[in-house]
């Protein structure tokens, strides 16, 4: 198939963009992409690439943008019930810390995902992803994390084999069972107050039960999935956090961290040290973890959904990561309690506004950037030859309107592996 005409055909080659190297999108006006066996074969010129294959099928992007897939390197994609409730109580003046101190927030979320069959997490978790697809989402990372017991936490990681098996959306695959303290390990979830006991199951029989039953469950996933850790007031310190990725690193686990979404404590200096894919969050964020992570290949992924969900005023700086030479990726956060939203654009929104990005900065930390922060930079993330043919079709012919415009889908065709789908009243259909 030719995918031509493109008004603004955006390649975005090369790999991750560093620091004010952002913001490269690769553009070739009036462009277009030969696909064949779910892979980019070719890429030019409309003139250029027609001449040379008379024969092909074809698909007009007249008047569009023809860019890559987005990919969301964070989200909590599959969760019981909601927490509508906490968010009238936020309003009313009550603070998300001491919400989770309470009982309330995660561990809210957890008693209803503990309940929950897999066949009600699998009908809860379509609906979320068919919105992720039909906004232009490709691939995303997504998170266990609301069990807190290895029960649970390994019927999340089947339902999220299921989901991926199933398609189109392609997911890349976390293990979060340290999210929050289980309740059973703290006094407002009437157990006993032992953070440190939890932690120590974490690390010393969740991680090896994950491990062996993922080489037994997901036989064709050739890596481990990600290991990742709350490092954050009233969830896990510094110390609990070292414990829990240095155990995950000698039992082969790529690693992530969620830091400094409230304080600073640290963890983003400590997933630079461990080598971490990613540091998530990062709102709070010193100048020196700044220049640590600068120094590094971890990737600092962006959550601005997350404060603007709050109210909060405060969001990832940024500008500050830039100068300093940070590889910069944005996400969703999409979770029950801080950032339900699926939508890809709206986070780019939010990015031009709230962080100064360009519309093409927001773009590439979206696409290549967020590609690398679940190490999938060689396969997909970018248009080019040998690449998966993973690529949106806009409604609008220039990229600007990313991030100028919000609240409405600019996307009019989803390109998942070569195959065409497409958009309809924010829902999809096969082409």
């Known amino acids: 198939m030719l995918i031509h005409s493109a008004t603004q055909l955006l390649t975005i080659a090369g790999g991750p963009q560093r620091g004010r190297d952002l913001g490269n999108l690769g553009m070739i006006e009036d462009g277009a992409v030969l696909v064949r066996d779910e892979k980019i074969i070719e890429i030019g010129s409309t003139p250029e690439m027609r001449a040379k294959h008379p024969n092909e099928p074809t698909l007009d992007a007249s008047g569009s943008v023809l860019m890559p897939g987005f990919v969301d390197p964070h989200t909590h994609l599959i969760w019981g019930g909601d927490r509508a409730k906490e968010f009238e109580m936020r309003l009313e003046g009550a603070k998300y810390l001491d919400i989770l101190a309470a009982g309330g927030g995660i561990i809210s979320t957890v008693r209803e995902t503990r309940k929950a069959s897999i066949e009600s997490l699998l009908a809860q978790a379509r609906p979320r992803l068919m ?14 994390g609301y069990g807190l017991q290895t029960a649970t936490e390994l019927r999340l990681l089947k339902a999220l084999l299921a989901l991926d098996d199933e398609g189109p959306l392609e997911l890349a695959i976390t293990f979060l069972g340290a999210h929050a303290i289980a309740p059973e390990f703290t006094l407002s979830g009437a157990g006993k107050d032992d953070p440190q006991g939890y932690t120590d199951l974490v690390s010393e029989t969740m ?10 469950h997901a036989p064709r996933h050739e890596n481990l999935p990600f290991v990742d850790i709350f490092c954050e007031t009233s969830a896990f310190d510094l110390a609990q956090s070292r414990q829990v990725l240095e155990t995950a690193k000698e039992l082969g686990f790529p690693l992530k961290i969620h830091a400094d979404e409230f304080d600073n404590l640290g963890g983003a200096s400590l997933a630079a040290e461990l080598g971490a894919v990613s540091a998530d969050h990062l709102v709070k964020t010193s100048d020196e973890d700044i220049a640590v992570l600068a120094n590094s290949e971890t990737v600092a992924v962006s959550l601005p959904c997350t404060p603007f969900g709050l109210a909060e005023p405060d969001y990832t700086p940024a500008q500050k990561m830039l100068d300093a030479g940070v590889i910069l990726a944005l996400a969703t956060d999409c979770n029950p309690g801080t950032a339900w939203n699926e939508s890809m654009q709206f986070v780019l929104a939010l990015a031009c506004r709230s962080m100064k990005l360009t519309p093409a900065q927001a773009i590439v930390a979206a696409t290549i950037n967020s590609a690398y922060a679940i190490r999938r930079e060689d396969k997909i993330g970018s248009l080019e030859p040998g690449k ?44």
Do not use: H
């Open 131 to 144: 919105r992720m697809f039909s906004t232009g989402t490709t691939t995303a990372e997504a998170k266990t």
């Open 207 to 216: 991680l090896p039960l994950v491990k062996e039953w993922w080489e037994t």
């Open 388 to 431: 998966q043919a993973d690529m949106l079709i806009l409604s609008v012919p220039d990229y600007r309107q990313l991030g100028y415009r919000f609240g409405t889908n600019l996307v009019k065709k989803v390109i998942k592996c070569g195959r065409v789908y497409s958009v309809d009243m924010g829902y999809y259909q096969t082409a």
